[in-house]
């Protein structure tokens, strides 16, 4: 099962020639999950990986750069005979900030459900839960932990066939708890294994929540709107700087860190830097880049520039 993050916009507040505004999207299997949806994220992604249709929208909070996007976005679905229903997720407020919107993108031909999230309450879908958790911002705000469900142990054929169990249906009925031919599913089947957890922070000062939601993920994108030379405007409104950033991503011992948020002020490398100095494996996408998640036993989760991507020129 794939499982990947598409970079789509990632500077905060205001967009700049090369970073549009916050927009992330979750890849998984033919999943879709829009986490927040700036300004521009559609002509983002029609640019790059193309509009998908989104199977879920997750908002983080309503400060304009998060969410103005949207109603553009569902007018697209409109125009094109969208018609398999839409769901979005937010803090309180989803409501009252949908009806707002609504005389702008008018009626719509596919069903759109609101659910305002409350802290830890879980969005099930198949194979994994999308939880929401509060953090620590000017407004009513939530991170996301995206966490798949556990997964069968490794299943031991060659001890499966020296116990007689013959190849074939036989192996997979073994694999889903039934016992065969006095063989018992726990003489073959390792542990269970954790899925992979995605960790999205949104806007936050740092947070005891976020580094307990991120505890040991394979991925956590934290935002890092300043550097600690500003440490006391990131305070005052409530962001993090790129060290603190790292500190929680240390403290929740997650396998990569990704930056995002970025302030216009910041090119990337000073707070790729600042960040690497406590947490080594940190990264800062570029809007485009993904960042690839296997299972544990497969590989590391990795960045991968956009420009890798694209043929090279003749
Ligand atoms: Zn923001
Ligand atoms: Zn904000």
């Known amino acids: 099962m794939d499982l990947d993050v598409f970079f789509a916009g990632t500077a905060g507040s205001v967009p700049t020639a090369r970073r549009g505004l916050p927009a992330v999207l979750v890849r998984r299997g033919a999943d879709r999950l829009l986490f ?28 304009a750069d998060h969410w103005l ?47 305002e999230l409350q802290p830890g309450s879980p969005v099930q879908r198949d194979g994994y839960a999308v939880t929401g958790f509060a953090v620590d911002h000017r407004a009513a705000a939530l991170g996301y932990a995206l966490v798949e469900h556990e997964r069968h142990g490794r299943f031991d054929a060659e001890l499966a066939e020296r116990l007689g169990v013959t190849p074939g249906p036989d192996f997979g009925r073994l694999q889903h708890g039934e016992t065969v031919d006095g063989v018992v599913p726990e003489q073959v089947m390792g542990e269970p294994r954790p899925g992979r957890k995605v960790v999205i922070s ?25 550097t600690q030379e500003e440490v006391q405007r990131a305070a005052r409104t409530r962001h ?24 216009t002020r910041y ?39 956009w420009e890798e991507r694209q043929p090279a020129p003749a």
Do not use: N, W
């Open 36 to 63: 927040d949806c700036g300004e521009g994220t559609q002509r983002q992604l029609v640019r790059s990986v193309g509009l998908a249709d989104l199977t879920d929208v997750f908002l983080t909070h309503y400060h």
């Open 69 to 115: 996007g949207l109603p553009g976005m569902l007018k697209t679905f409109a125009l094109r005979d969208r018609d398999r229903p839409l769901t979005i997720h937010g803090p309180a407020g989803l409501d009252q900030l949908m009806a707002l919107m609504r005389p702008v993108y008018g009626r719509l031909p596919y069903e759109v459900e609101l659910v």
């Open 202 to 226: 949104g806007d936050t000062g740092p947070c005891e929540s976020v580094t307990v939601a991120a505890r040991e993920a394979d991925l956590l994108i934290h935002e890092a709107t300043f």
């Open 240 to 263: 993090a700087t790129a060290r603190q950033a790292a500190e929680t991503a240390q403290a929740a011992g997650v396998r990569l860190l990704a930056l995002v948020h970025l302030s």
């Open 267 to 305: 090119f990337g490398r000073e707070v790729r830097d600042e960040a690497r100095a406590i947490f080594p494996d940190t990264v800062v996408p570029h809007d485009f880049d993904t960042i690839e998640i296997p299972f544990p036993e497969r590989g590391e989760p990795r960045l991968v520039r």
